[in-house]
């Protein structure tokens, strides 16, 4: 179980300002449960992600997961970026190991786990490749691999599929979601995509804009392994939509002035928009 209560952060600028990217933030994520971050550029998803993958520090509030302090990096929690950050001298293979490696696990059993993964999403004809060799889909995949490799409790995902193409973000919602509820891994994910977060998510909370806090809780009522054809998830997306237009609108107005305005009915509910497009 993640914890999270009354946190703020305020980061401090080169001109000798600050500016406060979250404000007294309070949420719990049960165990094995899949919930989503969604707002406006800006307002402090993945500074949140940060501070519970012990990346940053909070000036106020507390983070506990399983009832202990989060204060620091931890085997407990693993990252997934929006950049797959292989490394390029290593297989497809070896990096999946490389953690595993640095835990002194014998090399047998660490190429035997890691295979294990590699499987489980679909990698094992390119166990050998190195990663210049595969698409960026496949980058990706084998950066989910590398981190279920080593067993966290805890999935903390940073935008893992905002730079693929809408194919392949397709095809990983589906092996991401077969991953989930093999391993029931308590996942906190943070994207841009209202589709996304709704086809994936138990949860999506949606985030005002900076300084951020929990505007709105969607609970996501569908049954799984989730239909994008279902009544349920479309009505959550133009729900989400709704709640976020003032929002888009608060963007919108900082970068172009009071005189801009969006009519909820004039920005897309395309379920595959994401947020803040054409802006």
């Given amino acids: 179980m993640i914890e999270i209560k009354n946190i703020s952060k305020t980061f401090h600028q080169r001109t000798g300002g600050t500016f406060t990217a979250i404000d007294n933030v309070s949420l719990t994520i049960e165990k ?3 919930v989503s971050l969604l707002g406006p550029s800006g307002c402090g998803k993945s500074t949140l992600l940060n501070l519970v993958a012990g ?14 302090p989060c204060s620091s990096p931890g ?19 070896e990096n999946v190991a490389f953690g595993l490696k640095q835990k002194g696990i014998g090399k047998k059993e660490r190429e035997d786990l890691a295979m294990e993964q590699i499987k489980a999403v679909h990698l094992s004809k390119f166990a050998d490749r190195y990663p210049h060799e595969l698409s960026g889909g496949m980058k990706q995949r084998a950066a989910i ?19 693929l193409d809408e194919q392949t973000r397709l095809i990983l919602h589906k092996e991401l979601e077969e991953i989930w509820m093999r391993t029931r891994k308590t996942i906190l994910f943070i994207t841009h995509n209202i589709r996304e977060a709704v086809i ?30 279902d009544s349920v998830l479309h009505h959550v997306e133009r729900s989400i939509m709704d709640a976020l237009a003032d929002e888009l609108e608060k963007v919108v107005k ?3 002035g009071d005189e801009y305005s969006i009519k909820k009915r004039s920005v897309s509910n395309s379920s595959l928009d994401s947020v803040g497009s054409g802006i």
């Fill in 32 to 34: 094995g449960e899949f």
């Fill in 55 to 68: 990346l940053e520090q909070a000036e106020q509030g507390t983070i506990t997961v399983n009832g202990k």
């Fill in 75 to 93: 085997p407990d929690r693993v990252v997934v970026f929006q950049e797959h950050a292989l490394f390029p001298w290593l297989t497809v293979l």
């Fill in 145 to 163: 691999a590398r981190a279920l490799a080593m067993d966290p409790e805890i999935l903390l995902m940073d935008e893992p599929f905002a730079a």
């Fill in 200 to 229: 994936l998510s138990d949860r999506v909370l949606v985030m005002s804009t900076r300084p951020g806090t929990i505007k709105k809780e969607f609970v996501v009522q569908a049954a799984r392994p989730r239909d994008y054809a």
């Fill in 254 to 256: 900082e970068e172009m």
